[in-house]
């Protein structure tokens, strides 16, 4: 269902029961918190039983509860404050264990990455960024740092690489300005998702260059203008966007580039290693040595 949950139960609100109405009601004002809540506990606090919690579910036409609040969590990544989302976490881990419970969320979220994103989705943006004449690549706010790290190593790997600052959209528009079918232009965002990157890959798309979103949904605005989706799980863990699974498929996308271009790659590095040595850029580690 791609429509806003809001929205479906503001159309079906008056073929509700009286128990669905309350319940209606109550994620209408606070779907933050139901958004993370069990049938159960929903019910509880709204005063009605599991089983109507999950007709509920049913009657707007989701395939159980798991599906209502999946829809409902999607939602409001985009919405959520800050201090909503300090809310929510606050809720969800609590103050104890707090290593092991943003560990393992983030474990999840690799493992749900792997399976929903699409190989041949990922395979064609292979493609297009080992033949691209020009790699832009976008990513504003937390999402900057992905950027600049996939930068960082394509630019080890070739010399046309682009990586687009955001200081403003009219400085984005004036740094490609240039894109065309030759290129290929990767905007990166996670809610709350970038309008700026959004715009930007629109541009690049109606300017017919090779358009690869990686982002976390299909809702998500980049994907709309996109030829290449990479779906990667994001989360919050409080007022922190929690990265990891993007960032370890954006590790992959690298690796993958790489072998497609091995023999320009061990050139270029050994070229690397030798000013590497002669500049003396890396500190050098000696083994311990043990007296026997």
């Known amino acids: 269902m791609n429509h ?7 159309k079906r609100v008056d073929k509700l029961s009286k128990g669905q109405k309350r319940i209606a009601q109550y994620v209408t004002e606070h779907y933050d918190k139901a958004a993370f809540m069990t049938a159960s506990k929903l019910g509880e606090i709204v005063g009605i039983s599991e089983s109507t919690v999950v ?8 395939d159980g509860y798991p599906g209502l609040q999946k829809a409902l969590q999607e939602m409001i990544r985009n919405r959520l404050t800050a201090v909503q989302r300090i809310e929510v976490a606050s809720e969800q881990i609590g ?6 419970k943003v560990l393992n969320l983030d474990i999840e979220k690799i493992r749900h990455t792997l399976e929903e994103t699409s190989r041949r989705h990922f395979n064609g943006a292979v493609e297009s960024i080992a033949n691209a004449r020009n790699i832009y690549i976008l990513g504003s706010r937390s999402a900057a740092t992905l950027a600049r790290f996939l930068a960082y190593y394509f630019n080890l790997m070739f010399a046309n690489v682009k990586l687009v600052h955001t200081t403003s959209t009219g400085e984005i528009f004036e740094q490609i300005m240039r894109v065309n079918a030759q290129d290929v232009m990767i905007g990166i965002s996670f ?24 982002t976390d949904s299909v809702s998500s605005p980049l994907v709309k203008e996109s030829d290449y989706f990479l779906q990667a799980r994001s989360d919050m863990a409080s007022f922190v966007d929690s990265l990891v699974a993007p960032l370890s498929l954006i590790n992959a ?3 993958a580039v790489g072998l497609k271009k091995t023999g320009e790659i061990t050139q270029t590095f050994q070229q690397l290693e030798s000013i590497w040595d002669e500049y003396e850029i890396y500190e050098k580690v000696e083994e311990p040595t043990h007296d026997k």
Do not use: M, Q
């Open 191 to 214: 809610p709350r998702y970038s309008k700026r990157t959004a715009t930007a890959l629109n541009f690049a798309h109606h300017k017919g260059a090779k358009v690869i979103a990686i």
């Open 4 to 10: 806003d949950i809001l929205s479906i139960i503001s």
């Open 253 to 255: 996308l690298i690796v």
């Open 55 to 62: 007709r509920f579910a049913f009657e707007l036409g989701y």
């Open 95 to 100: 103050n104890e264990e707090v290593l092991d």
